[in-house]
C-alpha cells in the first residue's frame, strides 16, 4: 500500500491538514500537489498518482478530463475525488455531499424548513446546495460576487436563518476577514463555514460574540476525506474514526496561548512545553524587538507605549495566525481588547497567575514605573475576560507545565 500513490490537487494548499488526516486513515503516500491552472489538465494525463482529492478552485476544473463521473458528482455538480478505471481514465466521485452532512449533523443546526444563504458560487457552494435542499431547506439562495444574488443587495435577505460559507474569505494566512456581517442577519440561528484553518475565522469569532450555534469545516474535511479513503482502497472505515481524527488534529494544530504579569514565567513555561510537546515557541516580545531592531525599553523610551501597542498587536497577529504553536505573549498585551480575537481564532488561551511579590521587574518598563499592586489590580479582571483556563505558577514549574498540558488537551 505504501507504493500507492494519493494527493491532494489544488491552487494554493500551504493550509491543508489533509496529509495529515490521511496519514491517520491509511498507510498510503498523501502528497500536495499546487498548481496553476493551466497545469491541471497535463497533470490529470501523468502518471504522478493512483487517487486524487480535489479541491478549490478545481472541483469543476477536472470534470472535462473525466471518462466517468458519479450520479451524485454530476447532480452536485463538481468533482472532489478521482480514481482510476481497471480499462484506463479516470473517475469522478464527490465526497462532499458526505462531509458536509457529517458538518450538519454534528452542529446540531436544523436545516429543515429554514431559509439558507450559502456564500460563494463553486464547487462547495454546490454541494452545501444540494445537502441543505435534501435535509428539506425551505429557501437556498446563493450569494455570489455578480449573480442576481450578491453582496451588494444582502439586505433583501436579512431573514436568512442559516449562513454557510463555502468562499475562502478569512482563510489562513488572510485571517481577519469576514465575508458578510452577521449582525445584518436578525433571524440568523446557525453558522457554517467550511475553512478549518484558522479553528475560528472571523465569521465564527462574530457568531460566537452574537451567541449564535456555528460550526468549522475540520469535522467536514475529515468525514469527507474518510469517504474519500474508503473509494481509494475500495474498503470500510468505521464512522468513529472522524470524530477520533478530528479531536487529533484539533488538538495537534491549535496553538497554546499563554498571558499574564510581566515576569510571571511565561517564557520558561512556554520554552517548557515547546520541549515537551515538540512545538515551536513564539514569543510576542521576540517578535517585536526583532521587527523594531531595538530592545522593548528603548522603543518605550523612544516612541512612547502607544507605538508599542500598535507594533505588539501587529506581532500578536502575525504569531495568532499559526498553527500547532506555543506563544508567549507581554504582560500588556490583553490590555488592547484587539488582540483577544488573533490569539483566540487558533488555540487556548492560559491566564499565569503568580504572586505579586515574586515578579522581577528588570528590563520591564511597565513594572519599572507603576506600582505592582496597582497594575495587578488593573490588569487582573482583563487577564481573566481573555483566558480560557487560568494556573497558578506558585509551585514547581513542571507542575504548572503538566497542569496547562492536561487543560489544553481536555
Do not use: W
Amino acid at each position: 500500500m505504501k507504493n500507492f500513490k494519493c494527493g491532494l490537487l489544488g491552487e494554493h494548499l500551504g493550509h491543508s491538514f489533509s496529509p495529515q488526516i490521511h496519514r491517520q486513515l491509511a498507510d498510503y503516500s498523501y502528497d500536495l500537489f499546487e498548481m496553476p491552472k493551466e497545469d491541471v489538465e497535463g497533470f490529470l494525463k501523468s502518471d504522478r498518482f493512483d487517487a486524487i482529492n480535489v479541491t478549490i478552485p478545481y472541483k469543476k476544473t477536472v470534470m472535462p478530463f473525466l471518462a466517468e463521473i458519479t450520479d451524485e458528482a454530476c447532480r452536485i455538480g463538481s468533482v472532489n475525488t478521482i480514481t482510476r478505471l481497471p480499462g484506463g481514465g479516470l473517475r469522478g466521485d464527490n465526497t462532499d455531499y458526505f462531509g458536509f452532512s457529517y458538518m450538519v449533523q454534528k452542529s446540531g443546526i436544523t436545516i429543515h424548513g429554514k431559509k439558507v444563504l450559502v456564500l460563494g458560487s463553486g464547487g462547495a457552494s454546490e454541494t452545501a446546495r444540494t445537502v441543505c435542499s435534501d435535509l428539506g431547506a425551505d429557501t437556498v439562495i446563493v450569494i455570489s460576487r455578480s449573480g442576481k444574488d450578491n453582496y451588494a443587495n444582502l439586505s433583501k435577505h436579512s431573514d436568512a436563518e442559516i449562513i454557510v460559507n463555502t468562499t475562502p474569505v478569512g482563510m489562513y494566512p488572510k485571517n481577519g476577514a469576514a465575508p458578510v456581517n452577521l449582525a445584518e442577519f436578525p433571524a440568523l440561528i446557525g453558522v457554517l463555514d467550511m475553512i478549518y484553518n484558522p479553528s475560528k475565522t472571523q465569521l465564527l469569532l462574530d457568531a460566537e460574540r452574537l451567541g449564535i450555534p456555528h460550526i468549522n469545516g475540520l469535522c467536514m474535511l475529515v468525514a469527507q476525506a474518510k469517504r474519500a479513503c474508503e473509494i481509494f482502497l475500495g474498503t470500510t472505515v468505521s464512522d468513529g474514526e472522524i470524530d477520533r481524527i478530528t479531536s487529533a488534529i484539533t488538538a495537534e494544530t491549535g496553538n497554546i496561548i499563554l498571558i499574564g504579569m510581566p515576569g510571571c514565567g511565561k517564557t520558561t513555561l512556554g520554552e517548557l512545553l515547546a520541549e515537551k510537546l515538540n512545538r515551536e515557541l513564539i514569543d510576542t516580545d521576540a517578535l517585536i524587538v526583532q521587527k523594531a531592531g531595538m530592545a522593548i525599553p528603548e522603543i518605550f523610551a523612544k516612541f512612547g507605549e502607544s507605538y508599542f501597542r500598535a507594533l505588539e498587536h501587529s506581532c500578536v497577529c502575525d504569531a495568532g495566525r499559526l498553527s500547532g504553536k506555543v506563544i508567549a505573549t507581554g504582560g500588556g498585551v490583553v490590555t488592547r481588547s484587539e488582540n483577544y480575537r488573533p490569539l483566540h481564532q487558533n488555540g487556548k488561551i492560559f491566564y499565569v497567575n503568580r504572586k505579586i511579590s515574586e515578579l522581577p521587574t528588570d528590563g520591564r518598563p511597565i513594572s519599572q514605573s507603576t506600582d505592582l499592586n496597582k497594575l495587578y489590580e488593573q490588569r487582573l479582571p482583563l487577564y481573566r475576560s481573555f483566558c480560557d483556563a487560568e494556573v497558578k505558577n506558585d509551585r514547581p514549574i513542571e507542575q504548572t507545565m503538566h497542569e496547562i498540558i492536561k487543560l489544553y488537551n481536555r
